[in-house]
């Protein structure tokens, strides 16, 4: 349920102090301590689960419905031109802290992390791409 180490379930305690914009019986929503953008937001869920694979699938759900309205809310009241859904699973994906959360990142025409999230092509060969379709088709 909570993890003693953990910043984010101390955060969602109320131990450590944080920016709430919304809260429930499964989630805490707080604000970003280092903002990406304007409105940067962070969806916890209140049960502690370090990644995407421990999660359940039910709350995983609720967290996705969740984002939906947040993403609708913020784009009325920032006036935000977009916005990122980012979720990181493992420290080579660049997951710093391990309770599950969601990103909200609102997005703004010419701001200052413009070229948040922009990564170079890959290159792989047809047969590569081949190979790889065949072993993830579900
Ligand atoms: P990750 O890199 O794990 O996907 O994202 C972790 C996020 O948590 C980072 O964007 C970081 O700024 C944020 N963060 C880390 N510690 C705190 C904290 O104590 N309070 C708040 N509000 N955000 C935090
Ligand atoms: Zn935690």
């Known amino acids: 349920m909570r993890d003693e180490n953990c910043i984010f379930c101390k955060i969602i305690a109320g131990e450590i102090p944080s920016r709430t914009i919304y809260e429930d019986q499964d989630f805490k929503v707080i604000l ?6 304007k409105g940067h937001a962070l969806i916890l869920p209140k049960e502690h689960c370090a ?44 997951q710093t ?5 969601m990103h909200l990142i609102p997005r703004y ?11 170079t ?10 190979d790889i379709c065949k072993k993830l088709k579900l």
């Open 32 to 37: 970003d301590v280092n903002p990406a953008s």
């Open 51 to 94: 990644n995407i694979y421990e999660i359940s699938t039910e709350l995983l759900a609720k967290a996705a419905t969740l984002a939906k309205k947040l993403a609708s809310h913020m784009s009325d009241v920032l006036d935000c031109d977009g916005l990122n859904l980012l979720q990181n699973n493992g420290e080579v994906a660049g």
């Open 109 to 119: 025409k010419g701001m200052k992390n413009d070229d948040l999230l922009v990564w």
């Open 97 to 101: 802290v391990f309770h599950f959360h």
């Open 121 to 130: 092509h890959e290159e792989f060969t047809a047969e590569e791409q081949d």
